[in-house]
């Protein structure tokens, strides 16, 4: 993977992460508000519950031998006092009853004894007996306590999930950017690499035509070079259009027949310039029964221009292109002798940005695009490139293809 793509993988998590911690952090908000608004009426519910029993206990009162489960009663008057048996110990609160029979107002009152909590109620009766109910909060305090042990870890275990959903459906909603992101670098890297190449060719063209000029050439040799600029000034354009259709994912290629001797002549010719400057001798198929594939002609000649210029860059003296037939199959060879490929980097030699060449005797970084994008076009055409076993120095690749129906058969070589 190159360095922009990974550089924006790792963006993209980043986003997803922050999608998903921000989803976690409001659905948290939402559990804690949710889980507030539970306990609270939870716990009002139990205090009313618990305040209308004692309160019924306290007004019906007039023994303490039977009163409501939990609850104590204790009852001072003018004939003395009782107590329910089994009061805890701490109680009654004498000064509320002491309160109350001096004619204080009912009095309702939280208390802790000890680590137990209590309702108490004292009030004073027609009669003038004082009457106190006490009632145990344990079971309620207890069924309140797990209440909110369950909310709280339902709302550990939704905010782990709503990180993880979140992250989940931001890294799917970022998919179609990344798709989008990886799809406009791509563009713009086989663009820089597809056009880097008849560039070349065609500034080699206009420095022969210039020399030639200042030399005093022969006005037909110097009508050749300008018109073979002009060629590559239109092939230029047909490359990028092919891009452009190349980086439309719904856009559909043409299908035609492609004479692949025509291509490899076009392609031979036009490298001629950049073979002479190199000192290398190009050789490749002679005019004769075509060997024709369906396909697009720009993006054919786009692969077999990076091949032949590919090896005209490592060649030492000489680069052959060669064409047969085999199975059903069109084969195109292309060979020089130059350093060949490090034997290590050849299973990966058709990914992108793999340099599988040595160093190249101009001293230039290469990219490993070429290679892939040949890799792509024989692909989409329903065929392949792979790396042949040469005995001796120097790179063999060839490019399969399906031929169209009625190939008569492969270009002699001379």
Do not use: K
Not at 45 to 74: E, F, I, K, M, Y
Not at 242 to 247: G, I, K, N, Q, V
Not at 257 to 284: K, M, Q, T, W
């Amino acid at each position: 993977m190159s360095r922009g793509a990974t550089a924006e993988a790792v963006l993209l998590r980043r986003a997803a992460m922050r999608l998903g911690l921000q989803a976690a952090l409001l659905v948290s908000a939402i559990v804690v508000l949710l889980c507030a608004a539970a306990v609270f009426v939870v716990v009002n519910s139990q205090h009313t519950a618990a305040t209308t029993l004692l309160n019924a206990a306290v007004t019906r009162a007039d023994d303490t031998t039977d009163p409501p489960s939990g609850v104590w009663l204790v009852l001072r008057g003018p004939a003395g006092s009782a107590t329910t048996p089994g009061l805890p110990a701490g109680l009654p609160d004498s000064e509320a009853l002491t309160r109350a029979a001096a004619g204080g107002a009912p009095e309702v009152v939280d208390r802790r004894v000890g680590a137990a909590a209590y309702l108490i109620e004292t009030a004073r009766q027609h009669d003038g007996t004082v009457v106190q109910g006490v009632l145990d909060l344990s079971a309620n305090h207890a069924e309140r306590d797990r209440l909110i042990t369950t909310m709280l870890a339902c709302g550990i275990a939704g905010l782990l999930l709503a990180a993880l959903a979140g992250a989940w459906l931001g890294h799917r909603a970022l998919r179609p950017l990344s798709a989008a992101l990886a799809l406009q670098r791509r563009f713009v890297a086989d663009a820089g690499h597809e056009l880097r190449t008849p560039l070349t060719l065609l500034s080699t063209r206009a420095q022969l035509l210039r020399r030639r000029l200042r030399g005093g050439a022969d006005p037909d040799a110097a009508l050749a070079d300008a018109t073979g600029i002009v060629a590559d000034s239109a092939r230029l354009g047909e490359i990028l259009e092919d891009l452009l259709l190349a980086a439309d994912p719904v856009a559909a290629r043409s299908r035609q027949p492609v004479d692949l001797a025509e291509v490899a002549a076009a392609v031979l010719d036009a490298a001629g310039p950049a073979a002479a400057e190199h000192d290398v001798r190009l050789s490749g198929p002679e005019p004769a029964d075509p060997l024709r594939v369906p396909g697009s002609p720009v993006a054919l000649r786009r692969a077999l221009t990076a091949l032949v210029d590919n090896a005209v860059r490592h060649a030492r003296h000489e680069v052959g292109v060669t064409l047969a037939v085999r199975d059903g199959h069109a084969l195109i060879d292309v060979t020089d002798d130059g350093p060949g490929i490090d034997p290590a980097l050849a299973p990966r030699l058709f990914e992108r940005f793999v340099s599988g060449r040595a160093r190249a005797t101009d001293g230039q970084r290469r990219y490993g695009l070429g290679l892939a994008l040949v890799s792509e076009i024989a692909a989409a055409h329903g065929g392949g490139v792979t790396v042949l076993d040469r005995p001796g120095p120097g790179a063999a690749l060839r490019i399969t293809l399906p031929t169209a129906e009625g190939s008569r058969g492969a270009a002699r070589i001379r």
